[in-house]
């Protein structure tokens, strides 16, 4: 499967829900809603923007940061859900003694998130985008790769992985 290709899955769809998980995670739900562990719904594909610095802007100008108060990224959130996501630029920084990664995505009326890998840290990746059946990470390598999972992907079932939903 062409990795470019899982992305196509939301380029073009709107997420209907935007919302900050535990620390910095920030999470975007497509696709039909659907039944979630322990409780709520979630989308059938939930892209995970994991560890990285983020910025939410729009026309430039900034909304909110992975470093904001909770309030400032819940309304900077809210103001991305039913926005398309037209595309997803994957970036790389070149910088003396070695390469940093990144990724744009552009979001209809202006609404962009751009994400940074952090300095060297395990684990390394800087957003998933989970399905059904697929899970896709782009790491600070700058590899993306589709994983295929062994049961029905949810958010936060990797071993060694945070819980997702804190207070909302």
């Given amino acids: 499967m062409n990795q470019d290709l899982s ?14 998980g535990v620390g910095s995670f920030l999470l975007f739900e497509f696709g039909r809603k659907r039944k979630a ?5 979630k989308g059938t594909y939930t ?20 470093e904001s108060p909770d309030g400032t990224i819940d309304k ?5 859900e039913r926005r398309k996501l037209r595309e997803v630029i994957l970036r790389r ?3 003396a003694g070695r390469a940093l990664h990144s990724v744009r995505m552009i979001f ?21 985008l989970y399905s059904p059946s697929r899970l896709l990470e782009f790491d ?16 936060g ?12």
């Fill in 7 to 20: 992305l196509q899955c939301i380029i073009g769809k709107a997420p209907w829900s935007v919302w900050k």
């Fill in 108 to 128: 209809h009326g202006g609404y962009t998130l751009d994400a940074y890998m952090y300095h060297p840290h395990k684990p390394s990746v800087i957003f998933m």
């Fill in 140 to 155: 600070y390598e700058g590899n993306l790769e589709v994983k295929k999972m062994k049961k029905e992907a949810e958010p």
């Fill in 37 to 41: 562990r322990p409780s709520g719904v």
């Fill in 47 to 66: 892209l995970w923007i994991y560890m990285a610095y983020w910025f939410l802007r729009r026309d430039g100008r900034q909304l909110a940061h992975s």
């Fill in 157 to 168: 079932d990797r071993p060694n992985r945070c819980p997702l939903r804190g207070q909302r």
């Fill in 76 to 80: 900077a959130a809210k103001a991305f």
């Fill in 93 to 95: 920084h070149v910088r």
